[in-house]
Every structure is written in C-alpha cells, then in structure tokens.
C-alpha cells in the first residue's frame, strides 16, 4: 500500500487542536524574556560578588611588585652580599652563613679597590670600664644595683649573692675596670667596590657616596653627616626613598635590588635557575663542569680513599643540604603509599559492605539503612578533618595519612559500590539461579562479572585521586611530601625548593593519570585515548 503525502494542516484543522489543548498555544509572553533575564541574573550576582568581597580594592591595593618577585623566586635564586661602611671609611663585605657561592665567595661581578689602612680597635677580650659598670650597676645579682642606695665609697658593690667577696666585671684598677687599651693595626681594607647588578645596572659604593645606575639613568645618594642618607638630584621612579634622610632602596627590576643606609648598603643579586641543585657547596665537585665531574668519575683520583668517586657524587647528590634530595623523593614515596595502601584498604572493606547495603542483594531494610548511614558518617568528614583527628591521635606521619583516606574512601566507595549493585540487571542473576545454583554462586556468576568492572574503575579513579588528596593532609602532619612542602613555604624564602616539590607531584599526578586511564579502559571495554 503506498504511503499517503502528508498534507498541511488546515486552520479549522488548527482551531481543532487548540480547543482541545489550549495549553499547547496559550501565549506564555514570559518565554521570549528567559535568555535576557538570565544574563541580567548572572550581571547582578557578579555585581554583588564584586561588591561583597571587594575585589576592586584588592586589585587596587595589591602590591604587583611583591607578586612578581614572588613568582621570580620559582625559577631564581638571590645572592646578598653586605657591605658594611666603617667609622674610618673602611668597607667590610659580609656574605651570609648559607651562601650558595659557598664559604669563600669571589664572584667576578663584584670588584674592589683595596689599600692598607691603620685601624684602631680594641683588644681582643678587654671590657672597657664604663661597659663592666654599666652591667654591673644593671645586675639584680648586686646589692648596689643602678637604681638602689650607692655603697659608702661610691661606686657600685664588687660582689653578688653567690659568694659575699666573689669579684663580679668591676674589678680592681688594672684590671677590667680600667680602659681597656686600644690597638692599633694595620691591614688592607676595601676602600671602595662596584658591583653590576645585571646588564647595564651598576652600584658603585665609596665611605661617603653610593652611585646607583640603571641603563641610562644614575642617581647618586650621599651617606652622612651623622645617620642622614640623601638623594642628590631628581629621584627616578625605580628608586624609594620612604622617609626623608633615611635609607633608600632602589630596584634593578629582575636582575635584583639594593638597600642603601647612612652605614652600608645591602644587595640582593637574582640570578635564574636553581642554584647548586646538583651538588651543594660542600661538595669537592662543586662549582665543576660536567665534563669534569664525569671526568673525575671515570678516571680520576679517588677523593675519598674508602669510596669511588661515583658513590662519592652520588652520595653528595643524595645529601646535597639545599635540596634534600634523598629526603624529597622518600617523602613522595611516602605520599604514593599513602594513596595506594589506604585506597586498597577503603576499597577491600567497602566491598563486603556494599552488598549489604544494597536493597536488592540484601532484603534487610535494618540491614540496608545501618549500612548506608555508616557510609554517610565517614564520608561526610572531610579528609583533612580525618587527618588532623589521626595525627592527634597517632602523632603525625604516614599512618595518619592512610587512616584519613581509608575512612573517607570507604565511605564514598561504598555507597558507590551499593548503587551499582542496585542497578545491575536481575535477568542474569535470575537465570543463574534458575539452574538450581546456591545463593554464593548466584552472586558469584551473576552479580560480579556485571560490576567487578565499575568496581576497578571506581578504585583507580580513587587512587588517582587520592595521590593528589596525599599531598594536602601531609601538609596537617600526616606524613608525606605535603609536610615537606609546607615546610619550604612556612620559610618564605625557598620557594625554588617549593617549585621543585610541585614539580614532582605533578609528575607523579600525571603519570598515575596516564595508568588509571589506560586501566580504567581495558577494564570497562573502551578504547584507549
């Protein structure tokens, strides 16, 4: 029979349909305002955000300088010499404890003039009188303390309580209540020095003148009289000065800064990259070339008589004390452990549970309901909450970490796994039952093989998920490289070390994404991507 042409529809055919349904045409005006209406909704509500949190005035009073060196401080590392200007023009280059140019620094971007100088200082272990006095006469261990009624000749008791004649710092003439004798030395000082900061940036730095000069522009700041510090001329914009005639600092944009005072002047010089993140300063391969290490690896002298010099530089980059390698990479391992034994263990025991949870495995509504809102119990305290209850309770470390992840995972997996097993199709588990098979084998044959596949794919998510999780409750105490990490942070100062940990855990984030994708496809049937 040959299909019939559909055939508009007539208006009496229309009229037709609208007295039946008048629903269907009733003009709903409202409906060609829906789309400008939900824009106007989402403009007031980010207006009112705007407003709530003060977002403009964030942005107005963030400091963008301080963010900037801040993220500088990822990929860059600072070397601070201090130069410290003597009473008689002498200048002191101090480097710090730690420096990463190691114990005897002599960069070749900072140069001096030296000359020999007589210097007047005081003996080695002599108290001047007027300082013993004045610790004695501060010292509550002296009857005749400063502040108390003198004794009858005047000067202030030369004993303490320990012992009623025991002499105390006053002493007797000649001794240390007398000046102590000064000395005078000669030696050769640094009378003046230069140091580049970057290309073009100059500092040069004489008793009584720094000169500051950044590409094309100079400005010179006099030391002195007295505490004062002034800026000779019209002061350029990357240079600050806070507070007439006192210290002026002075930014070299990346390459560094300076802190200029009436007695010194504090540079700190930025350089890229990650300083010593081989072999510290400590290390006999320190400041070496590649080829020389390799060099000395392969056929050089033993440095040390009882190790070769492979196990030597791989001991050193082990130990290296600035980036604690060996500490970094057994904290990661910590942290994959964490994830990989607590997510195991969450998912062994959610299991059993979840078959007792789910209605149609279990017909106990008891039964259904206590396991359910046992689920709801850990899984509604978050993860780091758990973490802190463990670390008070075991004490921080590893353990704490798995305990918070294995309680919360247990409970999400569960119900997880209970809805699954409420949605299975009964068909399978009914024919295989119908063949006279045990209540085990119906379960085993036609309740498993449908959800054994979520089951692995619902864990591995997990254990993906938690490698990330790891990291954050280490930061409470629970162990891993989370701990780690925070620990660089709280120092406000190590942040190329806090660059190098996220990088591993990125790696590690990435990898384990890789693995749980490929598996969670071949268990689920899919292709890989």
């Known amino acids: 029979m040959a299909s019939t042409a559909s055939l ?4 009496s055919d229309v009229d037709d349909i609208a007295a039946r349904h008048p629903e269907v045409f009733k003009n709903r005006p409202w409906r060609r305002y829906r789309a400008p209406l939900a824009i106007l909704a989402v403009v007031l509500y980010s207006v009112y955000c705007w407003s709530f949190f003060g977002i403009g005035k964030v942005l107005q009073d963030a400091n963008w300088d301080i963010a900037g060196n801040y993220l500088a401080d990822w990929i860059s590392y600072e070397v601070r010499p201090d130069f410290e200007i003597e009473p008689d023009g002498a200048i002191l280059l101090e480097w710090p404890r730690f420096s990463p140019l190691g114990s005897d620094p002599d960069p070749d971007w900072i140069t001096t003039q030296t000359a020999t100088m007589e210097r007047v200082r005081a003996s080695d272990g002599a108290t001047p009188a007027a300082t013993a006095a004045e610790k004695t006469a501060n ?17 202030s008791s030369s004993f303490s309580f320990m012992a009623p004649d025991a002499a105390t710092g006053a002493g007797t003439a000649g001794d240390a209540g007398e000046p102590a004798a000064p000395e005078t030395v000669v030696e050769e000082v640094i009378t003046e020095a230069t140091v580049e900061v970057g290309r073009g940036n100059l500092i040069e730095i004489a008793p009584t003148r720094v000169v500051l000069t950044r590409g094309s522009e100079s400005v010179a700041v006099r030391l002195g009289p007295g505490e004062l510090v002034t800026v000779e001329g019209e002061m350029p914009d990357w240079v600050q000065q806070k507070r007439a005639g006192r210290k002026v600092l002075a930014s070299f944009g990346f390459d560094g800064r300076a802190e200029i005072d009436y007695d010194g002047v504090k540079v700190r010089h930025r350089f890229i990259g990650w300083e010593n993140f081989v072999f510290d300063a400590n290390s006999p391969f320190w400041g070496k070339s590649a080829g020389e290490v390799l060099g000395l690896i392969v056929s ?11 196990s030597l530089a791989w001991n050193n980059i082990l130990y290296n004390a600035d980036w604690q390698h060996l500490d970094v990479w057994t904290k990661l391992l910590q942290t994959i452990v964490m994830a990989f034994v607590g997510t195991l263990f969450a998912g062994v025991v959610a299991f059993p549970l979840a078959f007792l949870a789910a209605r149609n495995i279990t017909r106990s509504r008891i039964l259904n309901q206590i396991n359910k809102r ?4 850990l899984r509604s305290v978050d993860m780091l909450i758990w973490a802190l209850f463990f670390t008070r309770a075991f004490g921080p470390g590893p353990l704490a970490g798995m305990s918070a992840i294995f309680f919360t995972d247990t409970g999400t997996l569960g119900k997880l796994y209970a809805e699954a097993l409420e949605n299975i199709d009964d068909k399978q588990r009914e024919g295989v039952r119908s063949v006279g098979a045990s209540p085990a084998s119906v379960q085993r044959f036609g309740v498993l093989p449908q959800v054994l596949p979520v089951f692995a794919s619902q864990a591995l998510y997990f254990w993906e998920s938690n490698t990330r999780s790891a990291t954050i409750i280490g930061a409470v105490g629970a162990g891993g490289i989370g701990l780690k990490l925070w620990e660089a942070m709280r120092t406000n100062q190590d942040w190329e070390n806090v660059a190098y940990m996220v990088i591993l855990i990125l790696a590690v984030v990435f990898l384990f994404d890789g693995i749980s994708n490929a598996l969670r496809s071949r268990l689920m049937g899919g292709q890989k991507r």
């Open 8 to 11: 508009p529809l007539s208006q």
């Open 139 to 155: 010292s509550f261990m002296v009857p005749d303390a400063k502040g108390t009624a003198p004794s009858s000749a005047g000067t």
């Open 300 to 310: 050089g002298k033993r440095i040390d008589p009882e190790r070769s010099n492979l």
């Open 374 to 377: 046992f689920f709801d119990f």
